[in-house]
């Protein structure tokens, strides 16, 4: 009777083994999962001196974000912060001299390829300096708020500013250096809130102190090589 009832003893010792493995299996392969953590990168970009580059901060994660707040640092006599475009974020270009900030929350959280922001920076240093663009995430959680500061990787960028910018004429909105129907879309998506022209500033074509929608008719007139009738003073659109 003993020998018959050690066997079945046995079998079920094996079999919690085999449950304990199998557990340990599982738990190993979600250590790696976590392992392959959050990548937040910023990118290295070029601009000539006086121009506006985009860099964009982007990132992957396999596991849902819920929550998220990153810092933006950079030399600000070297570069000027524009604007900043995000889907997924509130973003702040002047939470202080040399600081942009991201915050965000979502309940069903963020994985995948992730755009955090593309951020329109005005190059204003010197030709041949190097704007280092240092990301520091600051918090950043799943969508149960567990914290997931240990899995985040950091790659910082740089915006090179290699030249000097040709000249900016009066009507470039989306600074291309060029006039065209892109910047009279420029104008009216930024005074639509749609998104923000890199160079609003010099849409006021017909002189009159303020940009609006006259400023992208005036500036599709041109293009058209129709008549504009410009107060004096005003530069004409090329």
């Given at each position: 009777m003993r020998t018959e009832t050690a066997r079945p003893l046995a079998t079920l010792m094996l079999r919690a083994v085999a449950v304990l493995i199998a557990g340990l299996v599982v738990l190993l392969g979600a250590r790696d999962v976590l392992a392959a953590g959050v990548t937040v990168s910023a990118e290295d970009v070029s601009v000539a001196?006086?121009?506006?580059?985009?860099?964009?901060?982007?990132?992957?994660?396999?596991?849902?974000?819920?929550?998220?707040?990153?810092?933006?640092?950079?030399d600000e006599a070297l570069v000027t912060p524009h604007s900043c475009q995000t889907a997924i974020a509130i973003c702040n270009t002047g939470a202080q001299p040399g600081l942009l900030r991201l915050n965000s929350v979502s309940l069903l959280g963020f994985s995948g390829d992730?755009?955090?922001?593309?951020?329109?920076?005005?190059?204003?240093?010197?030709?041949?300096?190097?704007?280092?663009?240092?990301?520091?995430?600051?918090?950043?959680?799943?969508?149960?708020?567990?914290?997931?500061?240990?899995?985040?990787?950091?790659?910082?960028?740089?915006?090179?500013?290699?030249?000097?910018a040709p000249p900016t004429p009066p009507g470039d909105a989306n600074?291309?250096?060029?006039?065209?129907?892109?910047?009279?879309?420029?104008?009216?998506?930024?005074?639509?809130?749609?998104?923000?022209?890199?160079?609003?500033?010099?849409?006021?074509?017909?002189?009159?102190?303020?940009?609006?929608?006259?400023?992208?008719?005036?500036?599709?007139?041109s293009i058209g090589g129709l008549s504009l009738d410009l107060p004096a003073g005003c530069t004409a659109i090329d």
């Amino acid at each position: 009777m003993r020998t018959e009832t050690a066997r079945p003893l046995a079998t079920l010792m094996l079999r919690a083994v085999a449950v304990l493995i199998a557990g340990l299996v599982v738990l190993l392969g979600a250590r790696d999962v976590l392992a392959a953590g959050v990548t937040v990168s910023a990118e290295d970009v070029s601009v000539a001196s006086g121009g506006a580059v985009g860099l964009t901060l982007s990132g992957h994660s396999e596991q849902a974000i819920g929550a998220f707040g990153i810092d933006i640092l950079f030399d600000e006599a070297l570069v000027t912060p524009h604007s900043c475009q995000t889907a997924i974020a509130i973003c702040n270009t002047g939470a202080q001299p040399g600081l942009l900030r991201l915050n965000s929350v979502s309940l069903l959280g963020f994985s995948g390829d992730i755009t955090f922001a593309t951020i329109i920076f005005e190059a204003i240093g010197p030709a041949g300096s190097t704007a280092l663009i240092d990301v520091d995430v600051t918090a950043i959680s799943d969508t149960v708020g567990a914290d997931m500061m240990e899995q985040v990787s950091v790659t910082d960028g740089s915006v090179m500013i290699d030249g000097l910018a040709p000249p900016t004429p009066p009507g470039d909105a989306n600074c291309d250096s060029t006039i065209s129907a892109a910047d009279s879309l420029a104008v009216i998506s930024d005074l639509a809130g749609a998104s923000e022209a890199a160079c609003f500033g010099i849409a006021d074509v017909n002189c009159d102190g303020k940009v609006n929608a006259a400023d992208a008719l005036t500036i599709l007139r041109s293009i058209g090589g129709l008549s504009l009738d410009l107060p004096a003073g005003c530069t004409a659109i090329d």
